[in-house]
């Protein structure tokens, strides 16, 4: 049964705030942990952050030791009525720069108010001004926490982080994303042409566009998946990136496939070559726009490569 705050003795408030700050201490080495690779100053602020955590600590063991001997008593957080929660670092929507430092800002918030409030319900002067001292010193600490945030940073550091951000999302999204709606708008113009030449049946040439959408996505979905697991190219989660791989494969592959729900044959073709077109220069707008080639000669190499597919399609379905 948890308890309530105020009914706490002055031992078992201090066993509190030991608690919280070795979990502190340890949250704040996760998330060094976790920045270090592509966020090394963020990093290097965290673990000076957990030095004086662990010295808020080794304080108050200090003034525990003097005051009640030995033994601290087990009060954690879970054990008390509306105490301070922290989230589970496996809730971290994106473990990114931007939500680890607003994940930092609250804690020291909230574990300021928890000073405060012991502090003033303390009797003894001794703990009374330590308390006092943790809090302002909390509070100090969310206030450079806030000052974490790239816009209030050195240009030079802000410039550092959103390329390394930058970096991660062509890495981890755009690459995949990417590779995925080329192989779907490429690779399927063949087969879904020469269904629809062949039998001139617009529910035909649908079924085989689809079947080679499907297949193309799953197929290129794994690829991606068991190509690199991530941990020394900083591409992701391998399932991650294979999903986004074989949803945009898929994609690649619906786009021009859906006009033949049209009944009318010659109608659907000539809406599915002009959405060919514009999957091809949207292609080529992408590899311009994330992977800095020159749109020209972006649009050169995929407009031909899926004109020379369309037109293979469509001599295999009329011979």
């Known amino acids: 049964m948890k308890r309530r705050f105020k009914d706490l003795s002055a031992g078992e408030v201090l066993a509190l705030a030991i608690s919280l700050e070795e979990e502190d201490a340890r949250i704040f080495q996760e ?29 108050l063991i200090e003034l525990y030791r003097s005051r009640f001997g030995e033994e601290i008593p087990l009060v954690r957080a879970q054990d008390v009525k509306g105490f301070v929660r922290r989230d589970p670092i496996a809730t971290l929507r994106e473990p990114g720069v931007e939500e680890i430092r607003r994940r930092v800002a609250l804690m020291e918030l909230e574990t300021a ?19 006092g001292d943790l809090a302002a010193e909390e509070r100090r600490h969310e206030a450079e926490s806030a000052e974490f945030h790239p816009s209030r940073r050195s240009t030079s550091e802000r ?52 079947a080679a959408a499907v297949g193309a996505g799953i197929s290129m979905g794994f690829a991606e998946a068991l190509s690199d697991d991530g941990s020394l ?52 707008w992408i590899r311009n726009r994330y992977m800095d080639t020159p749109f020209l000669q972006a649009a050169f190499q995929v407009v031909v490569g899926g004109v020379l597919v369309f037109v293979a399609g469509m001599l295999i379905g009329s011979a």
């Open 31 to 59: 998330f060094a942990r976790i920045l270090r690779p592509n966020f090394p100053k963020a990093a290097a602020a965290l673990d000076a952050m957990r030095e004086e955590e662990d010295a808020h600590r080794h304080r």
């Open 113 to 131: 108010r928890f000073y405060a409030k012991a502090a003033e319900q303390s009797k003894d002067a001794e703990m009374r001004q330590l308390l």
């Open 159 to 210: 410039d550092e982080e959103t390329r390394t951000s930058r970096q991660l999302f062509l890495l981890q999204v755009v690459q995949p994303g990417l590779a995925g709606l080329m192989d779907g708008s490429v690779s399927t113009l063949a087969p879904l042409f020469a269904a629809a030449f062949a039998t001139q049946k617009s529910w035909d040439a649908f079924l085989v566009g689809m």
């Open 233 to 284: 190219t900083g591409r992701g989660r391998p399932w991650m990136r294979g999903l986004i791989c074989g949803l945009m494969t898929f994609v690649g592959g619906l786009g021009h496939a859906l006009p033949y729900l049209i009944p009318t044959f010659w109608l659907a073709t000539s809406i599915a070559s002009a959405i060919v077109v514009v999957e091809l220069f949207a292609i080529a």
